[in-house]
């Protein structure tokens, strides 16, 4: 993990005026450590420090949005960085910092196979700026979004000594799986599913060799939840034994916002009940 050290006994240039007022109002040293990976947060922490003593910058509005688009990932953040009318700072192919008057956007994404998924932290200091600059951003994506289904991946994983950690990105459901690839469900896939859903089971087994067709039905799944909801639903998904070893990935579900929990290669904890447990 890459950070940054701000300390205000080195006279650090931490934001022009703001940072005057805050080396000259705060105690002789200040160390503020970020992660250079989420530059957003480490200026929107600056933003907030100088903003204790009647600062200019107050962001108390936030929301996640997330999108995808038929387009190379390049030429999207190109088009976002040069269109969206506010102070561009390219941090890398798919990261982008855009800055402006009551507004800050960090934009983030991937380059999938044959689309790009977005998802941009919108700081504003009021719903007006938020609604503002949401429009504006999806009217440079413009036609080339999809409207397709889509849901978000969570995914949890082990990172040796820095425990369970986590990447999001947006996932685009498949076409509707055929019937015919299921024919021991006795029904089609869809009227299953949506049984499924609307049963006060909430576990479902997939169980089959490799290529039985189980991770599309599993993606039909979530695009069924994001329908429902109307929204990309969030799946939380590990296929790292290691994140499974602590209740700490299970508390996450159950304390966080996951529509679903998706576990891979789930053998290793599907035990046999014994008297009774």
Known sequence: ???????????????????????????????????LSDIGNVLLALRALGGF???PMHYPIYRLVRMAARRPLDELFDALAQHAGLAAHRLGEGSLLL??????VSARGRRKTDYSSMTFAIW?????????????????????????ETFTIDWHFAAGELGLTSA????????GSPDEAYP???EPI???????????????????PPGTGKTRFVRAVLAAISRR????????????????????????????????????DADHILDSRVQGL
């Open 229 to 264: 909801k109307g929204d990309s639903a969030k799946v939380l998904y590990t296929a790292d034994t290691r994140a499974l070893e602590s209740d700490e990935i299970f508390v996450e579900f159950v304390t966080g916002s996951h529509d679903a929990f998706v576990i891979e």
């Open 99 to 104: 800055d402006g008057p009551g507004v800050l």
């Open 184 to 186: 021991t469900l006795g």
């Open 53 to 55: 003593d009647s600062g």
């Open 1 to 35: 993990m890459n950070t940054v050290d701000i300390e205000s006994e080195d006279q650090a240039q931490i934001e022009g005026e703001a940072g005057r007022r805050l080396r000259g109002r705060l105690p002789v040293r200040l160390t503020l450590r970020g992660d």
């Open 168 to 175: 999001e990105f947006e996932e685009l459901a498949d076409p």
């Open 190 to 208: 869809d009227r299953f599913i949506e049984r499924y859903l609307a049963a006060p089971e909430t576990v479902l087994i997939l169980q089959g």
């Open 124 to 148: 504003a200091d009021s719903l007006v700026s938020l609604e503002s600059i949401r429009d504006r951003l999806l009217g440079v994506v413009g036609n080339e979004r999809l409207r397709e």
